[in-house]
């Protein structure tokens, strides 16, 4: 700006500065001169003359309002020989303008300019901190954007004095208000209790170490509320008396409450799996387990069914078996008593009777297997059983083995055939004693058990009776088969693979099992079930009366026998008894006799029989003669467990001897019952008494002896 209105003063100093590379304008007045003094204007030169008179508090005000950075450089010519004058006028224009440079004219051209340049320069210098100064402004005006956007408070610590300066945010975040005058104090007391020492411990670290101050903790609101909270700071030192803290903080409750959810799923998750893995684990052992046992219930099933037809299939050929040698024995026995001064056929009859009553042996136990062997229970101790036995197993055995008997003192009754149980108890002894060739030990123990129901058992309370050995046991496929008939492992004719098939019939027919466990080398553990029965013990049966063999009296006997070989050889037994028989094959006919009026004194009937079975016949005939005393013979135990008349059985086959005894035991319980029998037979059957022979016993024609 150049400011020169007298002569040609403005005219050469602007050719001056063009000269110099200078552009410059020059103002027409004094008000043109005071609105250019802004920020962009480079210098000014102007005449001293020209500025005397003017009133320069404008000017003042505005170079007073000028930014921290600008002072605007002034160029003031001068005269010479006035410099008299100039004192008072300098140092007003000096304290006006600040910035001043006098020169005096006429002034060489090259001084002008030098001083020019000068004043530029200046002018540059400021134009140039100006602009730093700008950008530092525009740099913290953007930290201070990012810092707001990231929601960090910056804050600052001075170690020395402990005071503290906030940034509204960082205040927020530790719910500090007030904001000048906040201390050390005051941050820490913001912070939870329980996290307090640990700040601590880090702030007086990063003191002494200058490390970095790194921590998240707890702060608790004027509220009460709980926040979450991350600094981080460094150590600024300015001198060694003046070190601070310098650095933001930031809110991280949204964070820290997330982490905390998320550990907590972590942590139920990881139950939560452990658990669903136990879940699976537990439901596939279950499944397998089902399987399994499955897997056994259909084997069991399939030995059962096997069992089951074979011994239907055994129990069939050996009740046929049975009525054959029930023939063979009977006429044998006849033909003993015949040729009995014949010493030769004697020898061959015995032989032949021999055979046959080996065969009748082998017969039984085939219909025991197959359930069909009649049986005489009665309600009986297990205990007193095996104690009774007890001399007799000791002498199978042999004294290599040591036989130890693990008893109750009482145990509930079961129903059983005491000689059959016997029976397949020592059969048991002897398996085990043949398990055990070098000795060893025999137990047989006896307890109660409650069963679940299975295939083979109804649930319930059961006595057990165990046999168990030390022997050499059985592997898996005997085990299976051990119970079949006829299997055996024991050399040619020393066993004939019946024992446990004739046990496991035996109990099955008493309504329990027979169960055998065993373990190659360790031994066998065999046990019979036998259901507890509700019903009293037997009274101790009367000794029978022993059988004279020669009949007392004669008798008309009625036989009653589908079996043609069977009536024939029971036919041919009584007659040379002495008996008048009449033999018959069917119960209608038999029942055709007994309408008539026929002497029958007693009958032999056989039970299975097709059309009408022994004891439907029975019931009929009792029917047209009450009290006819009756014998049911049969190699069958499919007989009904009670049937509404109570006959007395005889199974087959059977000798003359035992037929006779039979018939006399009969009679003579016949005779016994007689005065009460008589009154029933005369109040049930009141028709009868116009039979033509004397009734006396129960009907019962008695011809004298
Ligand atoms: N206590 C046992 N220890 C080892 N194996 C046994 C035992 N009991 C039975 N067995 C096996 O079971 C098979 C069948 O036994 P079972 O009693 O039915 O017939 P057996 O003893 O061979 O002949 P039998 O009893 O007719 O004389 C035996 O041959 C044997 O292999
Ligand atoms: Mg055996």
């Known amino acids: 700006m150049i400011y020169a209105p007298a002569g040609r003063d403005a005219a050469v100093a602007a050719a001056l500065l063009r000269e110099a590379g200078i552009a410059s304008s020059v103002c027409a ?5 005071e609105r250019s003094l802004g920020d962009d204007a480079g210098f000014v030169v102007a005449t001293e003359e020209a500025l005397r008179d003017e009133d320069l508090r404008g000017v003042a005000a505005r170079l007073r309002a000028q930014s921290a950075w600008s002072d605007l450089p002034f160029v003031v010519l001068t005269r010479r020989g006035e410099g008299t004058a100039r004192a008072p006028d300098g140092t007003r224009l000096e304290s006006v303008l600040g910035n001043v440079t006098f020169l005096e004219r006429p002034f060489h051209p090259q001084t002008f300019i030098s001083v020019a340049r000068v004043a530029a320069k200046a002018r540059e210098r400021q134009f140039e901190a100006r602009a730093r100064i700008e950008e530092l402004r525009e740099g913290e005006e953007r930290l201070r954007t990012a810092l707001l956007a990231g929601r960090l408070g910056p804050w600052e610590l001075n170690l020395a004095t402990g005071s503290l300066r906030a940034s509204p945010t960082f205040e927020a975040i530790m719910g500090l208000g007030g904001g000048d005058g906040l201390t050390r104090g005051d941050l820490l007391r913001a912070v939870h209790r329980d996290d307090r020492e640990r700040v601590v411990g880090a702030l007086d670290g990063a003191a002494a170490s200058g490390a970095e101050y790194a921590i998240e903790h707890r702060v608790v609101w004027p509220d009460g509320s709980l926040h979450w909270a991350d600094f981080r700071a460094r150590v600024v030192r300015k001198s060694a008396h003046d070190a601070r803290l310098v650095g933001v903080a930031s809110e991280i409750t949204d964070r820290k409450d997330a982490e905390h959810a998320l550990r907590a799923v972590n942590e139920t998750l990881e139950e939560r799996v452990a658990a669903r893995t136990r879940e699976l684990r537990d439901a596939h052992a279950a499944v397998l387990a089902e399987i399994e046992q499955r897997k056994r219930a259909e084997d069991d099933l399939r030995q059962v069914q096997k069992l089951e037809t074979l011994g239907q299939l055994t129990g069939g050929v050996a009740h046929d078996f049975n009525n054959l040698l029930m023939a063979v024995i009977g006429n044998l026995d006849l033909l003993r008593k015949r040729f009995a001064d014949h010493a030769e056929a004697m020898r061959l009859v015995d032989g032949a009777l021999r055979g046959a009553q080996r065969g009748a042996a082998l017969t039984q136990r085939l219909l025991m297997f197959a359930r069909r062997q009649e049986l005489a229970t009665e309600p009986g101790s297990l205990v007193e059983l095996v104690r009774g036995m007890a001399d007799l197993i000791e002498r199978s055995v042999g004294a290599q083995i040591d036989v130890r008997l693990e008893l109750p003192a009482t145990v509930p009754l079961v129903m059983l055939d005491t000689n059959q149980i016997e029976l397949a108890i020592l059969n048991l002894a002897i398996n085990a004693r043949d398990a055990m060739p070098d000795g060893g030990v025999l137990t047989i123990g006896v307890d109660t058990v409650e069963a679940a129901a299975d295939i083979e058992l109804a649930a319930g309370a059961y006595v057990r009776v165990r046999v168990s050995d030390t022997g050499h046991g059985m592997d898996e496929q005997t085990l299976r088969k051990a119970v079949e008939p006829f299997f055996s492992t024991k050399e040619l004719g020393k066993g004939t693979g019946l024992g446990l098939s004739m046990i496991h019939g035996l109990a099955a027919q008493l309504h329990g099992a027979l169960r055998l466990s065993s373990e190659v080398g360790s031994g066998t ?3 019979i079930w036998l259901p507890v029965t509700a019903e009293p013990a037997a009274e101790p049966a009367k000794a029978p009366q022993a059988a004279s063999g020669a ?11 589908d079996d043609e070989l069977v009536a024939f050889s029971t036919a041919n037994m009584l007659e040379d008894l002495g008996h008048a028989v009449v033999a018959v094959a069917s119960a209608r006919q038999a029942l055709d006799i007994l ?21 439907e016949f029975a019931e009929r005939a009792r ?17 009904p467990q009670r049937s509404p008349v109570d006959l007395p059985r005889l199974g087959k086959p059977y000798h003359q001897q035992q037929l006779a ?36 016993c129960n009907g019962r024609h008695r011809r004298p002896l």
């Open 29 to 33: 007045d004094f008000s043109a001169l």
């Open 595 to 615: 309408a008539g009026r026929d002497p029958v004194d007693f009958v032999v009937t056989d039970y299975a029989m097709p059309g009408m079975n022994g004891v």
């Open 661 to 696: 005894a039979e018939i006399e035991r009969q009679l003579s319980a016949c005779e016994l019952r007689t005065p009460r029998a008589q009154a029933f037979a005369d109040e049930a059957a009141p028709g009868n008494r116009g039979v033509d022979h004397e009734v006396e």
């Open 623 to 639: 029917q047209l003669r009450p009290g006819l005393p009756m014998l049911l013979v049969s190699g069958y135990a499919d007989l």
């Open 525 to 527: 553990r065999a046990e």
């Open 551 to 561: 009949p007392s009296r004669t008798l008309s006997i009625l036989v009653v026998d």
